[in-house]
């Protein structure tokens, strides 16, 4: 015989699963650093920073 779904447990998890999937991507983000440089600014970089997005300007 099929086991019955408790929709209450079942909504409960899925927004626990949202709420952490949420905060995960929140804190991902928080360590992502944006920077404007030129391309020559950007060329002359000995090295890249992690977690840093360039945007190159002219």
Do not use: G
Not at 23 to 30: G, L, P, S
Not at 32 to 39: A, E, F, M, R, V
């Amino acid at each position: 015989m099929a086991k019955k779904i408790n929709l209450d447990e079942l909504q409960q998890t899925a927004q626990t699963l949202k709420n952490y999937i949420d905060t995960t991507i929140d804190n991902r983000m928080n360590k992502l650093n944006i920077k404007t440089i030129s391309q020559s600014e950007y060329d002359s970089l000995e090295s890249k920073e992690p977690n840093t997005l360039y945007l190159i300007t002219d």
